[in-house]
């Protein structure tokens, strides 16, 4: 039975994951991020590659997580970003609209220089939290409900108190698939 | 419409408060008009206000003038509340989109703080000596001149050119000194633009009169920022429009604590204008993209 397995069949090595310091520029996630996600399968880029990056601190503990919302969120936040972001858009649309300016699309033409701008940011400033962990030797059910417990689609995997891994919510789908399958 | 239109038909509206200013003035009818209000439920005033600066907000976005410039002679025109609040709202009209467009404008790099900051300097402080002489003056003294501002403020829009890039051979001492210069990308053809300044002391004595004006009068100050930036002072047309808006934040805001500390910020006048301008500028926005299908607003 699928489910009574254990996490450590299904993990991702830590070390064919996407690592980044806290410290880097987003610029340099993205990058790690782009070039795994598309080195799954050569020559195109699938489902299954990972759409999220560790966040490491100096020392090389977890400290965060970055996935491609939280990025495209920081990229361009007057159109991923919350209301106050598209709000700030639209006064500088009505600043340049009540100057009687024939541009008034200026966020979006500046988009180019933003983007290059915005990854400048420091990845410790954006990531999201890890919200929770699992044990290798823990069953796949109990990853399962954690991850819907705290609305998360990945889970760093601990043997005791070394991170060697991640589960992917991805992975459950696939081996629960299997079940109609077998 | 073409630009000369659109500013012809702000004007005629302009013309028209200002007749019934003068009138108001001339007849020194100083706070409410009694008779004729006396019997209408109290909530009738915010409602008209909400609604009438809603379409100001429109006609603003659609005109291609501020919000605070329309505010103060129509609603002392044609509403019988005492200059005084008019002057006190419409300085928090103007503060509202600035600061709406504020941070907006520091990300895209385009409000300059090394320009703003020398002329907010001068414009914030002489808009406390503006608003304070305001309040000190006979209310008819101030509609008089507020009516001559206004023809003043049309013959401007009327016959100001503007220049996208002026041409600056050489930046001046004073600039030079306070590194008021920048770099620029233009966004539509990505083109890097090396921008700087001249004409500085003419430039900061006209913000002395710019800041005046704006504290007496209450009507934000684009309007003069704008050609001043561009057209005297060689700064790009982009950086103009942003650094100006961006300097009513704070140039507005000197003045606006004078009204506050003084009363004349009542929240019955200021909510519903302040809701209906910025409810009528987003919605402009969107009227100028079916205006003009080749925008594309986020």
């Known amino acids: 039975m699928p489910l009574t397995r254990k996490v450590a069949d299904l993990i991702v090595p830590i070390n064919d994951y996407a690592l980044v310091s806290e410290d880097s520029p987003l610029s340099e996630a993205i990058l790690a991020l782009r070039k795994l996600y598309c080195q799954v399968e050569i020559g195109k880029c699938t489902e299954a590659g990972h759409r999220n990056i560790l966040v490491l601190d100096s020392k090389g503990r977890l400290v965060g997580i970055l996935d491609f919302r939280t990025i495209l969120r920081t990229l361009i936040p007057e159109i991923a970003g919350g209301l106050t972001a598209r709000l700030e858009a639209l006064g500088v649309s009505v600043a340049f609209a009540q100057a009687d300016s024939a541009e008034l699309d200026e966020s979006r033409l500046s988009f180019r220089a933003r983007v290059i701008k915005n990854a400048d940011t420091k990845v410790g400033h954006v990531m999201l939290q890890v919200k929770g962990v699992i044990q290798a030797e823990d069953d796949l059910l109990k990853a399962l409900k954690l991850m819907y417990a705290n609305k998360i689609t990945v889970l760093p995997v601990y043997d005791k108190e070394e991170l060697i891994g991640v589960l992917r919510e991805s992975d459950l789908f696939l081996m629960v698939a299997d079940i109609i399958t077998e | ?298």
Not at chain 2, 51 to 77: D, K, Q, R, Y
Not at chain 2, 110 to 123: D, E, G, H, T
Not at chain 2, 220 to 230: K, S, T, Y
Request: proline fraction near 5%; charge should be positive.
């Open chain 2, 1 to 298: 419409m073409t630009r000369t239109g659109k500013m012809g038909v702000l004007c005629l509206a302009l013309l028209l408060s200002v007749t019934l200013l003068a009138g108001n003035g001339l007849a020194g009818e100083g706070v409410m008009a009694a008779d004729a209000t006396s019997s209408a439920p109290w909530w009738m005033w915010p409602l008209l206000l909400l609604v009438v600066t809603f379409v100001m907000g429109v006609a603003a976005v659609l005109g291609g003038v501020g919000g605070g410039v329309l505010f103060v002679p129509i609603i002392s025109g044609f509403f019988p509340f005492h200059l005084d609040f008019v002057r006190g709202a419409g300085l928090l009209v103007a503060l509202s989109g600035a600061l709406a467009a504020g941070p907006g404008l520091l990300k895209m790099n385009l409000a300059s703080l090394r320009l703003a900051m020398p002329v907010a300097l001068i414009a914030s402080s002489f808009a406390i000596l503006g608003a304070m002489v305001g309040l000190a003056l006979p209310t008819q003294v101030v509609q008089i001149a507020l009516g001559v501002t206004i023809l003043g403020i049309c013959v401007l829009m009327l016959i100001a050119k503007k220049s996208t890039v002026p041409d600056v051979p050489k930046a001046d001492t004073i600039s030079s000194v306070l590194r008021i210069y920048g770099v620029y990308q233009e966004a539509s053809t990505g083109e890097i633009i090396d921008w700087k300044i001249h004409r500085t002391w003419q430039g900061l004595l006209l913000f002395v009169a710019i800041g005046i004006m704006a504290g007496m009068f209450g009507l934000g100050a684009g309007w003069a920022n704008v050609p001043v930036l561009n057209l005297l002072m060689g700064a790009p047309l982009k950086i103009s429009v942003a650094t100006s808006k961006f300097l009513l934040s704070i140039t507005d805001t000197s003045a606006a604590w004078i009204y506050l500390n003084q009363g004349c910020v009542i929240p019955m006048i200021v909510v519903p204008s302040l809701i209906g301008i910025m409810a009528g500028s987003f919605v402009g926005v969107r009227l100028l993209k079916v205006a003009k299908p080749g925008l594309v607003l986020i």
